[in-house]
């Protein structure tokens, strides 16, 4: 994590010139927004139950420190073992010293944000571990060798005929047009990965402090299996996926998944609480939870920017984003897009390095009204951006509070602002195309290098409007 550092609008202005990949989101995200609107729509009480998700959120992050210790009592109670790790390479580290004290020779994972982003498949591989994703979208990240592109679905970005070509180079199979065919054959591989792995890996969708309970939603049963037929299971979350009590999980359950997929219920909804028991017929005879950090105590401690951790990870707010929908998730550069990721990207990873990210964005208000735990995600992008400004060198806020000051001069003096409008008409003349200007000199070329602008007009409004109203009169 250390060498990263993002170019948002580098790889936008790429991702803007791919048809194929316009027509992929274009198909993809018009067909979500349809069926989550129809899930939320019969839900009566959604707003309120927005809401009571919100408040309860709140109270968490409040008292995060004390839910935290309840849990780990609680996984410790049911025979499960709790790590704490404070950044990414910790995480990996216990996950791998697990996996070698055992001799683990094979790793099943299912889908896992908090993997991406430690980057623990190159943990495994370092050391010579054979490490597979099992989710059908990320199993098909894994042989193309790239980032997930959507939080919830990610090879969003892949039409039908990429896949296919994908599975005749990487596994050599036929090549199939039906989506059916292409599931039968990564079912058919990735059987005998589960029978044969030591360990399973999996993220985690909520946590319960009550009772030391982690849960995991999907739709493939690839989780169920990663998480129960190899006999080591190593779940991985950040400080911000627990909640209080189970009663509260219903709650998170139903906008999560009406959110994410549309959906009244995912088809599995896992809830797993320690090891294996005496009278269990099938799990793992070791639990392990590794709590993680990584940045956001650093979030946490900021009320301005606080709410992020609020973030269920249901990939809402990428479907309704505008800027999303034209430039695809491998424009920010990261684990997390849209903006959700334009948010907490440069707060993870430090806001030198993703520094456009809070400016990929319309701040048309869609992302905070879709969310279903309220975040106000243009307020914390604008908070961003402030950062932004201030991060830069001395000089360049020097010049642009000269500029500010040279504007409110000019704009406070009649004289003064007339003579600049005669000015700026005169040299405004080799830039002129068809009535508009066109390839401004710096500082003004980052606005015309993407748009123009209109030409300065040799009659000033307020003259033209005294004439108009002279005529009238």
Same mark, same amino acid.
């Given at each position: 994590m250390e060498n990263i550092k993002l170019s948002f609008e580098k790889d936008s202005a790429i991702a803007l010139k791919n048809i194929k990949l316009q027509r992929a989101l274009n198909k993809a995200i018009d067909q979500f927004r349809n069926v989550r609107w129809r899930a939320v729509r019969e839900f009566q009480d959604w707003e309120q139950l927005r809401v009571s998700a919100r408040r309860i959120k709140e109270w968490t992050i409040d008292h995060l420190d004390g839910y935290l210790e309840m849990l780990e009592a609680n996984v410790i109670n049911a025979g499960g073992n709790v790590h704490w790790a404070s950044d990414a390479n910790e995480a990996c580290e216990i !996950?791998? $010293?697990i996996a070698q004290k055992h001799k683990v020779k094979s790793v099943v994972k299912s889908k896992s944000m908090a993997t991406e982003e430690i980057e623990l498949n190159h943990s495994f591989e370092g050391a010579g571990i054979k490490v597979v994703e099992t989710d059908l979208g990320e199993y098909i990240i894994q042989l193309a060798n790239e980032r997930p592109s959507h939080i919830i679905a990610p090879a969003i970005h892949k039409t039908k005929d990429d896949i296919s070509k994908l599975f005749v180079e990487k596994l050599n199979t036929p090549y199939f047009n039906e989506p059916e065919d292409l599931t039968k054959i990564a079912r058919e591989k990735l059987r005998n990965e589960f029978?044969?792995?030591d360990m399973g890996v999996s993220g985690v969708n909520f946590s319960v402090a009550e009772t030391g309970t982690i849960v995991i939603v999907e739709n493939e049963g690839n989780a169920r299996l990663t998480t129960t037929v190899p006999r080591i299971h190593v779940a991985l979350m950040g400080i911000e996926k627990v909640i209080p009590r189970f009663e509260d999980l219903p709650i998170f359950l139903n906008i999560l998944i009406r959110s994410a997929t549309g959906q009244k219920m995912s088809t599995y909804v896992s809830l797993i609480t320690g090891p294996k028991r005496n009278s269990d017929l099938d799990g793992p005879e070791e639990f392990h939870l590794v709590i993680m950090d990584n940045g956001r105590s650093k979030i946490l401690s900021n009320e301005e920017t606080r709410e992020s951790l609020y973030c269920i990870?249901?990939?809402a707010c990428l479907y309704i984003c505008p800027v999303y929908k034209k430039v695809g998730g491998h424009s920010y550069g990261w684990v997390y897009q849209g903006p959700i990721g334009a948010i907490i990207t440069p707060q993870l990873l430090g806001i030198d390095k993703a520094s456009d990210l809070p400016f990929a964005s #319309?701040?048309?208000?869609?992302?905070? $009204?879709?969310?279903?735990?309220?975040i106000n995600i243009p307020r914390v992008l604008l908070e961003l951006r402030a950062r932004v400004i201030n991060d830069k060198r001395v000089g360049a806020r020097f010049l642009l509070r000269i500029a500010v000051k040279l504007w409110r001069f000019t704009m406070e003096n009649t004289s003064f602002y007339n003579l600049a409008l005669?000015? #700026?008409? !005169?040299?405004?003349?080799?830039w002129i195309r068809h009535g508009r200007l066109v390839s401004l000199p710096f500082p003004f070329s980052r606005w015309t290098k993407k748009r123009d602008f209109p030409a300065i007009s040799k009659i000033p409004f307020r003259k033209q409007w005294k004439e108009i109203k002279d005529l009238e009169f």
């Open positions: !996950i791998l $010293d029978l044969n792995a990870r249901c990939g #319309s701040l048309c208000g869609a992302c905070k $009204d879709v969310c279903p735990v309220k005669r000015l #700026s008409y !005169i040299l405004q003349k080799p």
